[in-house]
């Protein structure tokens, strides 16, 4: 049976046993960074639910994830999933005949790498349709997300979540350092920037490491790109290349000290398509950023980071 996971990004592969392997389908929501994160996971345990039951129950979780104000799109460690267990299956003799169900709908909140389970409840739903999928369908529809079970284990899940980060801040900052310094610099802005605000002293100490290793990476990449142009413009020196210069030029962060060869190597097309061409190369250079302008760069590059396909591998053994 297929395997679902929707908006989920994962940077590690965490095995365990009866570990549930997935694939990744990016969610078209961004601009989590900051918030609590969840992914919506539907395992293999769910068995014989119907292609389109799986989609409706994946989309009806990753409405419980965007109305209590989770972030769904850089959950890739905590995960709500659900379990689902028929307590009774009627064929009703109508015209024409219809399929009763009515079902137990388990959801669990935990951490999907190391396995461990923060919150759970139980949801008795019925659903009735033409055929068994449309009967998976009608019922999971008439999940109640203003259910006070339900939002008491939302509540839960988030609250066992941030004790998470509390507790485990020192652990999260260390293994960014050690991916910066082993070239990593993206995965490990990503790490920092995925710690919620609502961990306030980690999210102060995360953020405070974000600009340091986001200028290491844009003194990697200067001269990286700056070579990339130059390879451009030595291939093809007219406005063409010299455009083609400039699509590359133009991803390089002012910040890093090898702007200032970039500066030189600009004002040298410039001329040499000035004297070809009779006419002005209108490339611009990046303005200096701010601070608050290098959070949002790195943001971005976590952003750029996230959206780049994985596979994952989840363990909820135990979970029910």
């Avoid at 992914?39 to 990753?62: F, S």
């Avoid at 999260?172 to 910066?180: G, N, V």
Wanted: hydrophobic share 40%; aromatic share 8%; glycine share 6%.
């Amino acid at each position: 049976m297929k395997k679902l996971i929707i908006t989920c990004i994962s940077f590690f592969l965490v095995i365990g046993v009866y570990a549930q392997k997935t694939t990744i389908i990016r969610s078209a929501n961004g601009g989590n960074s900051g918030k609590v994160t969840l992914a919506a996971y539907i395992p293999d345990q769910v068995d014989d639910l119907p292609e389109a039951a799986r989609n409706m129950l994946g989309n009806k979780l990753n409405q419980i994830i965007s109305q209590n104000g989770f972030g769904g799109d850089e959950g890739q460690r905590f995960i709500i999933t659900a379990n689902i267990v028929v307590l009774t299956k009627d064929m009703l003799s109508t015209a024409p005949p219809m399929t009763a169900l009515t079902l137990d709908v388990n959801l669990y909140i935990g951490d999907g790498y190391e396995g461990t389970k923060f919150a759970s409840t139980s949801l008795s739903v019925k659903g009735v349709g033409e055929n068994i999928a449309k009967a998976y369908i009608n019922a999971f529809k008439n999940i109640n997300l203003n259910d006070p079970k339900l939002q008491a284990f939302v509540e839960k899940g988030k609250s066992k979540i941030i004790s998470y980060y509390n507790t485990h801040c020192d652990v999260i900052i260390k293994q960014a350092q050690t991916l910066a310094n082993t070239g990593r610099m993206d995965e490990a802005i990503y790490n920092l920037t995925s710690v919620p605000q609502a961990c306030t002293n980690c999210y102060t100490r995360s953020m405070a490491q974000v600009a340091p290793i986001y200028k290491k990476q844009v003194e990697k990449d200067c001269s990286v790109k700056l070579n990339q142009a130059k390879s451009l413009w030595a291939a093809n020196q007219d406005i063409n290349g010299a455009n083609a210069a400039s699509e590359v030029l133009s991803q390089i962060d002012p910040q890093a000290s090898c702007y200032k060869e970039v500066k030189v190597f600009v004002a040298q097309v410039a001329k040499r398509v000035k004297e070809i061409d009779n006419r002005e190369w209108s490339f611009k250079l990046q303005e200096q950023k701010n601070d608050m302008g290098i959070i949002k760069a790195a943001r971005d590059v976590a952003v750029a980071y996230a959206a780049q396909p994985r596979t994952t591998v989840y363990n909820v053994h135990g979970w029910w």
